[in-house]
């Protein structure tokens, strides 16, 4: 392995680990505000550092900082297998974490004729990976909610063990579908594929191709990560807090903190499958890197104007109403913001400007589009997150019974069929 | 009355109901036109901002703060029968009753406290109450304090509380 | 590749598993026991495959967890067709075609 | 030396994971201890460098197996009293192993002396398509025979495990 | 409606309360014959007559008689009831002042007949006056040894003794007037399932009224056919009818039972005062039911009649009433006396007389309702027959006949 | 102050014992001498009477408030009792009763200043035929008219003086 | 008497002929009212509460003075029948100053119980008319009375002169003045009246002792024996464990037992349940410092491997399963056991009825057991006291007590002992029966009995 090799491999690898780790508290942020939002309330929006409030992210942290240095508390019940119940949330957190690991971020790049994977774990059976390491996950609930030795917990945990074999089997099956019109088991194979044209006008992203196994996809990936409207593991209207009833403090969080990752991961998945990846629609990577100058050029015009509105917006938004009288903490925060935004935006266009005018620099080029796909990526990803956000605080939960309909009687026959479909559009087409 | 019953018709029964899609699209729409709108114009949510602001509209009936009432006399009205203690929930009423020396009643608290941190405000009491002698019409919803014992109101901070709403006298007994 | 501790190791848990059936009476180690003795199967096979240097051990290997998976589903039914019927996972306490002795 | 240290890691885990699951009276912590075999297993399936059976045992023995035997000692409530009584377990364990060592020895000797007795042929071990091309070359009647098998044992599982309908459920 | 003099005979000989001038009259010359006749005969002869209870309640005096142990294992006793407190009754006074001897005479066969030596008249307090006069009668008798160890030489002990009351009208009760002869509170007793005597500190001992007892001679002497050739065949001989009220010749004046009610009323009472309508008569002491001017003008003087008109002849003490009377306050007058009457004993009395005075009083005072007059209708339903003694029943009565008849007042009175 | 009966008195309870079966009936025969040898009865009396009788004091003020006509507490000497129950208050009592209150200057229920005078309404006094009647003391004063209450309270205030 | 069968509410029930109606609707648990019935009181017919359907009968009879006879058919339900009780109730609560709010009584009142199963009509009446007596007077020997409240059944008075002879109480006055009192001047005084609390249908009469303390529906009863004295009579320990703090008890009441005590107890019993929360040892002393549960053990050990003459006294209130214990704890020990009852005897204590002179509650239990009752006086090693009043007349170097109650005088280990209250155990009264007393108080941090402190001291664990 060369030195480049090493260095994008150790890169890729902090890269999703920040991008699984520190959306965590993103994430919570997300959920707390956009709910208030969504509801006509604030949502977190007063704890600061220094004033700095971050539009309410730094409550996230306090929170972290509360969950851990929480007092660990024990029910006199559970006397037995303590450690193992200590344990077993982080079955559920590292597998969600690991599953994250396959998600390409950017195209391959190629450094010193070596095409290397933006990819934390650098492998060539994503798909499987995933199937195989999501499916752990959901042991950690079970034996957590049968170690509480709590009616509730149990419940939670019957309940998310049998939802997990109902959703798995159209999961599977709608994956498979996908694997047979990509035609490979390879995140990043599947990414390049969706980068073409269908029809000649659509980009050929996966739910324009497949868009009943893609819609069968992300309802599984709802259901797999137990987020609403199928949260009736933990259902708190009917059993509580579910398997979670009898945790507390840091292994509550972990229980929580693996909540988000899954989601964060459903929500990676669902784009690298289905919604072009890391891709910009109708633009491939090697278009990217073709036509860089004009790219460059369109974002140096494009980035000045929306940090601009930007500005505008967060100088309105980041005060308190007229009739409040307000220690003028917020102003003072978005003048800061202002300035760091403009000097950040002053920079990538410095950097752009460079990149434009030195034709040779195409190391940096490249450097520079996967930077972009991050970006994308990134953006996606919070635009799914969001997605799940919102209809966390849209739609009412499932019933236990009407969730098991859902997915035996509607999910499973509709995913044989597209795969019948498409087993046969394949072989028959070519 | 029956003229005031809304049938709901029942829905579920066709196609269009049966795939959720468009329901889940509506409802989409809604919250997605709360956010835009919302993260448009925040300060346009008319929630309190709550320290600052203070909220106008307590209404009579809102359960704040307990207060114990007085007679005509300024006595208090209290004849520790522990009706309130019976039918509080969270237990958080403690009374200990002592003979009345001055002649209006033969019995009074000596002690009659409510812990607020264990009180779920359920106004049982306030119904209990067979002497108009405790209410919950203070106005009071936010109490503060730096220590468990602080939360624990005696008998002579619940007498010192006004009514929010006057009528300050205990009407049922004189 | 040294395969001798590879054998070492698909003895001793086909041994286990051995051990597992024969001493426990609760179905469910009973079963887990089974599984643990074809998984060490797989582990042969897969070695052998790896030793041999084609796939086709490992062909047999994916089978075999194909039928792990059969077995998984027959043996479940049948424990929860029994718990049903005596609220015991006792393997013991299914010996109704035993030939009665006088006492019971 | 690396693979050397993974093997051992992963061997500690598997017997720990295989002893717990006979050792332990409560069937969930056996659970437990298959489940940790299990990942144990595949991991030594990794190391052995079949990436597929890797994925496939984590797949299939984790994701079904160990999940559907959870599923079912959480469904069915087991609970303490309900345990069949094993008061000469740890007896019934060392006599059964004694019994089984001399058997576990010739095992082992009779795979050492298979291993040596075979040659090594072709290469081409390890790589996805080469076991795709395998399994639907030359075992695909297996193959087929197994899937049968699959379909027979779900309708088999679903008749033995459905409730009566007189039962009133 | 011819005269009759039974009881009544000396009341017009001027000190006829005086031994001498008593025995001039025949005193105590009916013992002779009845000493002759075994105790059981007199009790026989006394059932033949038909001798009815004076006191109000009109029960077969034979029969109570009869009821005393004839074998003589016990010590008996004879009670006199002479607390007369029923208002509109004032018959025995009559008798104990103008004819104490006969009186003594009828005790002294009654004795002999229920094989009793000792005789007690249970006389009322306010009556000290009239006391005095028996007292001195008795003394007299004793001096002339008609009391005590032996009768006349007869053979037969017989010592009576005057036990003054206190005001209670409850007293009257004999089983209360039994209590307070026995020195307690006047508390009725809880009654008996079956017929037996009356109990003084565990002896048998017969109660009769005053006027019972002077009926007796008579009826010895004249033997039951003459007795029974007074008054009705169901209600033989005769009663000291009292009149009072709105009447103008107010007295006692004996008559026999089946005599029509109007003509006692004109004839002795001498007719309504001022020559005023009659509204209303309450036929035999406060607690029978009232009449209206209708019923009085077709009512019979006896027993039976009176029943089947819804009253009762009671003590026949006769209240008269003109159309001036209200008779709101005339039932609010009764239910006073009720009220301050009442032993408190039991619930319903106690309670219940109060609380009807106490609603009327609302009636009265303007303050009331026609919920309060049911109210006090439902208070005569709980007062009937859930007590002791026939106290409370008859408040309920009285209630009764009072709102019933008159209804329309009671309601004026509320709408006014 | 205690309470002794008069030797006249005892002399007389000891002649009645001999009449009733026990000597608890006496009680009232004993409250009468009682009053009449005070005015009223005192709990001193009671208890006299009690031990004279072997009856529990208890029982003997029970008696004692049971009867109307015993007074517990000392009354005026002229006691003015008027009927009021029905035959009297049909036949003019109110009229009596409004002169009495005139001329005495005390309301029913009370006794005079100089403990002369008292005044109450009794029930019945079984003298309807004379009504309105009243007692004063033991005596009865029948067919009463105002004119006759002030010849009454003249004699009385002639013998007085 | 012969045993007949009669007709209750269309069920048949045998029952000897003659038995008192109402008897035999308590017996049975037939719902019937009635303030003025009482077992040991019997009839007085006052309060008419206990009206039934006697068929063949035109009125209602109240069941307290009806006598039963073959083929008696009676009705105790309908709405003849209760409407005649709520007509009836309406007029107890006539005069009733209708204070529940704060009366003792509210809760174990009859008239609110009866209320609530018959009356619950509207109030027709308001309080200005309502006759009006004294209210709070202090009658004496912890009893209050509230004339107002008083229905006059009577049963005050019937005890007081049926049963105790004492005639303090009477009713006086006529009609609706009459009120239960005393002679004025005199108090109700004697060794039994508070026993009228307990008869007190309603709130009239109250006990001074308990009177505001608690609200009874907060109470729970446990049955047990008093230990005042060795007549053993039966008791109800009501108690309340209040949020935050240790169970407490509010008073004693006499449990019926025909056998023992009928239906009382004598006052000095039902107060000594003050006595035993008073001054209560709950620390282990060692030296006088307290000390945890190790330590002492650790000094026990020492003290007794001292060696040389122990002897154990023991408490002749404890239960006869303790004393056993102690018996061969002794043997055990090689110690000499004695338990002198002598020290127990008042005799101006006891009387002919309830009271015992001889004050320890297990006198006999001791006897039974072969206990010497000699007390020691050679001077010995080491005294185990297990309570005994008079562990201080031993001269012994070192000593033990296990004590319930703080004692005078110095000890080298002090035990904290579970009083009977909070132990179980069975007790043998002076008449030789046999009473067991389950545990009734459970306290936050519970004491040991003398069975357990065995345990432990030998090595056991707590």
Excluded at chain 2, 154 to 165: D, I, N, P, R, Y
Excluded at chain 5, 236 to 241: M, Q
Excluded at chain 6, 58 to 77: N, W
Excluded at chain 7, 123 to 140: C, T
Aim: with cysteine; hydrophobic share 45%; aromatic share 10%.
């Amino acid at each position: 392995m060369t030195t480049g090799a090493i260095v994008v491999a150790i890169i890729s690898f902090v890269l999703g680990a920040l991008l699984a780790l520190m959306m965590i508290p993103i994430l919570v942020w997300l959920e707390r505000r956009g709910a208030g939002l969504v509801q006509d309330r604030l949502g977190p929006n007063r704890t600061n550092i220094f004033g700095f409030r971050l539009g309410g992210v730094v409550q996230s942290f306090a929170d972290v900082v509360k969950l851990v240095l929480k007092e660990e508390y024990y029910p006199s019940h559970i006397s037995k297998h303590r450690w193992l119940f200590m344990l077993v949330p982080s079955i559920t957190f590292v597998a969600a974490l690991l599953a994250f690991m396959v998600i390409p971020f950017a195209d391959n790049v190629v450094i010193g004729g070596e095409s290397l994977r933006i990819q934390p774990l650098p492998v060539d059976f994503g798909v499987l990976w995933f199937m195989a390491i999501g499916a752990i996950g959901v042991v950690g609930i079970m034996l957590g909610g049968w170690l509480s030795h709590n009616k509730y917990a149990l419940m939670g945990s019957t309940r998310a063990g049998s939802m997990m074999i109902g959703y798995e089997l159209p999961l599977g099956l709608a994956i498979v579908s996908f694997i047979i019109t990509y035609n490979t088991i390879d995140f990043n194979a599947m990414v390049a594929w969706q980068s073409g044209t269908v029809l000649g006008f659509l980009p050929a992203w996966g739910i324009l191709v497949q868009p009943l196994g893609a819609i069968i996809l992300i309802v599984a990936l709802f259901a797999e990560t137990n987020r609403n409207p199928f949260s009736v593991s933990e259902g708190e209207s009917e059993i509580v807090a579910g398997y979670m009833t009898e945790y507390t403090a840091m292994k509550f969080a972990i229980y929580f903190m693996g909540e988000y990752v899954a989601m964060n991961t459903a929500s990676a998945v669902i784009i690298t499958m289905v919604f072009g990846g890391y891709q910009l629609p109708w633009v491939g990577t090697v278009d990217l890197v073709t036509h860089f100058n004009a790219f460059a050029l369109a974002i140096m015009a494009v980035l000045p104007i929306g940090i601009l509105f930007f500005i505008r917006w967060m100088q309105k938004n980041n005060s308190l109403r007229p009739s409040v009288r307000s220690d003028g903490s917020r102003e003072y925060e978005a003048k800061v913001f202002t300035y760091v935004l403009i000097a950040m935006t002053l920079i990538v266009e410095a950097i752009l400007i460079y990149l434009i005018l030195s034709p040779e620099a195409f190391l940096s080029r490249t450097i520079a589009v996967t930077l972009l796909q991050i970006a994308i990526f990134v953006f996606k990803l919070m635009l799914f997150n969001l997605f799940f956000i919102l209809v966390r605080w849209t739609l009412p939960r499932f019933r236990y019974d009407q969730v098991q309909h859902l997915g035996w009687y509607y999910l499973l026959p509709l995913s044989l069929l597209n795969l019948f479909v498409t087993a046969i559009i394949v072989v028959g087409v070519g | 009355m029956s003229r005031k019953i809304k049938v709901v018709p029942r829905y579920g029964s066709n196609i269009k109901d049966k795939l959720y899609l468009p329901a889940i699209y509506q409802g989409m729409k809604v919250t997605f036109k709360h956010l835009m709108a919302n993260v448009a114009d925040s300060n346009a949510i008319e929630t309190l901002e709550y320290p600052e602001e203070q909220p106008s509209d307590i209404t009579q009936r809102y359960r704040g703060l307990h207060r114990l009432t007085h007679r005509e006399d300024e006595s208090i009205a209290c004849v520790a029968c522990f009706m309130c203690a019976t039918a509080c929930p969270a237990r958080c009423i403690f009374i200990e009753a002592v003979e009345r020396e001055d002649g209006r009643d033969e019995k009074m608290p000596k002690r009659f406290a409510i812990d607020t941190l264990e009180c779920v405000f359920c106004g049982y009491c306030v119904e209990a109450c067979p002497c108009d002698a405790i209410r919950m019409d203070t106005g009071i919803f936010s109490l503060i304090g730096s220590s468990r014992e602080d939360f624990v109101l005696e008998k002579e901070q619940l007498l010192a509380h006004k009514g929010a709403f006057g009528e300050e006298k205990s009407c049922a007994r004189k | 590749m040294v395969p001798e501790p590879f054998f070492a190791l698909a003895t001793l848990l086909f041994s286990l598993g051995i051990i597992g059936i024969v001493s426990r009476r609760n179905l469910f180690v009973v079963y887990m026991s089974i599984e643990l003795m074809l998984s060490s199967v797989n582990l042969v096979l897969v070695i052998f495959s790896r030793l041999r240097g084609d796939m086709d051990g490992s062909v047999i290997a994916l089978l075999l967890i194909g039928v792990i998976a059969a077995e998984a589903a027959l043996f479940l039914a049948i424990i929860i067709h029994l718990v049903r019927i005596s609220r015991s996972v006792d393997s013991d306490a299914f010996d109704e075609l035993k030939q009665a002795k006088e006492s019971r | 030396m690396l693979e050397n240290s993974i093997f051992l890691i992963l061997a500690i885990f598997l017997i720990g994971g295989g002893l717990t699951m006979v050792w332990s009276r409560e069937t969930i912590i056996s659970a437990f201890g298959f489940f940790v075999a299990m990942l144990a297993m595949a991991g030594v399936f990794a190391l052995l460098g079949n990436s597929f059976l890797f994925l496939a045992q984590i797949m299939v023995s984790v994701g079904a197996v160990v999940v559907l035997s959870m599923m079912v000692i959480t469904a069915i409530n087991l609970k303490e009293e309900n345990l069949p009584d094993e008061p000469n377990k740890l007896r019934w364990i060392f006599f059964t192993a004694l019994i089984v060592t001399p058997f576990s020895l010739l095992m082992y000797r009779t795979l050492v002396s298979v291993h040596q007795n075979f040659a090594h042929t072709s290469e081409g071990y390890g790589s996805l398509k080469v076991l795709g091309e395998a399994l639907f070359k030359d075992w695909v009647l297996s193959f087929e025979v197994i899937s049968v098998l699959l379909l027979a044992a779900m309708v088999g599982a679903v008749v033995i495990a459905r409730k009566e309908l007189s039962d009133g459920a | 409606m011819r005269e009759c003099r039974i009881v009544s005979q000396k009341f017009d000989i001027y000190q006829s309360h005086k031994l001498d001038i008593a025995k001039e009259h025949g005193a105590y010359s009916s013992l002779k014959d009845a000493f002759a006749l075994s105790p059981h005969e007199i009790v026989e002869i006394i059932k033949l007559s038909g001798l009815r209870g004076k006191g109000g309640g009109g029960a077969p005096a034979g029969a109570k008689w009869a009821l005393m142990p004839q074998d003589g294992a016990q010590t008996s006793y004879l009670a006199v009831n002479c607390d007369e407190s029923e208002p509109g009754t004032f018959k025995d006074r009559q008798i104990i002042s103008k004819d104490p001897h006969l009186l003594l005479e009828g005790i002294i066969i009654t004795c002999y007949a229920i094989r009793s030596h000792s005789a007690y008249i249970y006389i009322r307090g306010e009556y000290s006056q009239f006391a005095k006069i028996l007292q001195e009668a008795i003394d007299e008798a004793y001096g002339a040894g008609i009391l005590g160890a032996d009768v006349m030489g007869l053979g037969y002990g017989v010592d009576v003794t005057i036990h003054r009351g206190a005001g209670a009208y409850i007293c009257g009760e004999k089983s209360a007037m039994l209590e307070s002869l026995e020195g307690k509170r006047g508390h009725p007793r809880l009654k008996p399932k079956r017929p037996e005597p009356e109990w003084y500190f565990g002896n048998p001992t017969l109660v009769n009224n005053v006027e019972t007892i002077t009926t007796v001679p008579y009826i010895i002497k004249h033997g039951a056919n003459g007795y029974r050739a007074y008054g009705t065949e169901q209600s033989p001989g005769t009663l000291l009818f009292a009149i009072s009220g709105h009447i103008n010749k107010p007295g006692v004046y004996e008559a026999e039972f089946g005599t029509p009610m109007m003509e006692y009323i004109n004839r002795y009472g001498g007719g309504i005062r001022g020559g005023k309508k009659l509204k209303a008569v309450i036929p035999g002491g406060a607690s029978t039911a009232v009449l209206t001017a209708a019923e009085a003008e077709c009512a019979i003087l006896d027993y039976e009649h009176m029943r089947t008109i819804g009253s009762a002849l009671g003590t026949g003490g006769m209240i008269v009433m003109d159309e001036d009377t209200d008779m709101v306050e005339a039932l609010k007058n009764l239910l006073e006396f009720y009220h301050h009457e009442s032993c408190g004993q039991c619930t319903p009395c106690r309670e219940g007389t109060g609380w009807s005075d106490t609603l009327l009083g609302r009636v009265l005072d303007g303050k009331g309702s026609n919920e309060d007059i049911d109210k006090i209708l439902e208070l005569a339903k709980t007062m009937d027959g859930q007590t002791i003694c026939v106290f409370a029943p008859a408040v309920a009565i009285v209630i009764r006949a009072f709102i019933g008849k008159f209804r329309d007042e009671f309601e004026a009175r509320v709408n006014r | 102050m205690s309470f002794v009966f008069s030797e006249e008195n005892l002399a007389k309870i000891e002649a009645l014992k001999l009449r009733y079966p026990s000597p608890a009936a006496l009680s009232l025969p004993c409250l009468w001498m009682a009053q009449y040898q005070d005015g009223h009865i005192s709990l001193e009396a009671i208890e006299v009477i009690g031990e004279l009788i072997g009856t529990p004091p208890m029982e003997i003020y029970r008696v004692a408030t049971f009867y109307t006509m015993f007074h517990l507490e000392p009354i005026g000497k002229y006691h003015f009792q008027l009927c009021k129950t029905l035959s009297c208050a049909l036949c003019g009592k109110a009229e009596v009763l409004e002169h009495l209150i005139q001329r005495l200057g005390i309301r029913p229920g009370e006794s005079s200043d100089d403990g002369k005078f008292a005044l109450s309404q009794v029930e019945c006094l079984g003298s309807c035929g004379t009504a309105p009647v009243m007692q004063m003391n033991d005596l009865y004063y029948e067919n009463l008219t105002p004119e006759k209450i002030d010849a009454i309270l003249e004699s009385l205030e002639g013998e007085h003086r | 008497m012969s045993q007949i069968e009669i007709v209750i509410d269309e069920k048949k029930y045998a029952a000897q002929e003659g038995l008192l109606l109402i008897d035999l609707l308590i017996r049975e648990g037939l719902k019937v009212p009635y303030f003025c019935y009482h077992e040991a009181l019997g009839a007085d017919g006052n309060c008419r509460m206990c009206m039934v359907e006697i068929e063949g009968q035109k009125r209602p009879q109240i069941a307290c003075d009806t006598n039963i006879k073959e083929g008696m058919i009676v009705r105790t339900k309908g709405q003849m029948i209760e409407s005649v009780r709520r007509r009836i109730l309406e007029l107890e609560l006539i005069n009733h100053p209708v204070d529940c709010a704060i009366c003792d009584q509210a809760g174990e009142c009859k008239l609110q119980d009866f209320y609530m199963d018959y009356g619950l009509y509207d109030s027709k009446i308001d309080q200005a008319e309502k006759v009006h007596h004294k209210k709070h007077i202090d009658l004496g020997s912890n009893v209050m009375l509230d004339q107002e409240r008083c229905v006059l059944c009577a049963r005050c008075t019937r005890f007081t002169s049926d049963i105790t002879k004492t005639h303090e109480l009477g009713i006086v006055g006529r009609g609706d003045h009459a009120r239960v009192t005393t002679m004025p001047g005199k108090k109700l005084d004697n060794p039994y009246a508070m026993n009228v609390v307990d008869l007190c249908p309603v709130g009239a009469l109250t006990s001074k002792d308990f009177r505001f303390a608690q609200r009874v529906w907060f109470l729970t009863s446990t049955p047990s024996v008093c230990h005042g004295c060795a007549k053993g009579c039966n008791i109800f320990i009501d108690h309340n464990k209040e949020k935050y703090k240790d169970e407490r008890i509010y008073r004693f009441r006499p449990r019926p037992n025909a056998d023992v005590n009928g239906y009382f107890i004598c006052d000095a019993g039902r107060l000594s349940y003050k006595e035993l929360q008073e001054n209560r040892q709950l620390e282990m002393l060692i030296d006088g410092m307290v000390s945890k549960e190790d330590e002492a053990v650790a000094c026990y050990h020492k003290l007794v491997a001292d060696g040389g003459k122990i002897v154990i006294l023991a408490d002749a209130n404890l239960y006869t399963e303790e004393l056993e214990a102690i018996q061969k704890y002794a043997h055990i020990l090689g110690a000499q056991l004695c338990a002198p009852l002598e020290s127990y005897r008042d005799e101006s204590f006891g009387d002919d009825w309830l009271k015992s002179s001889q004050r320890a509650a297990n006198a006999k239990g001791v006897e039974k057991l072969g206990i010497a009752q000699i007390l020691s006086t050679d001077p010995v090693a080491l005294l185990i006291n297990f309570n005994h009043p008079d562990g201080s007349k031993i001269k012994a170097q070192k000593s033990i007590h296990l004590q319930t109650h703080q004692m005078e005088g110095k000890a080298d280990l002090v035990l904290p002992l579970a009083p009977f209250s909070e132990s179980s155990g069975t007790l043998v009264n002076e008449d030789g029966i046999e009473q067991f007393c389950p545990k009734a108080i459970w306290r936050n941090e519970p004491l040991m009995s003398a069975i357990e402190w065995i345990d432990l001291l030998q090595g056991g664990e707590r």
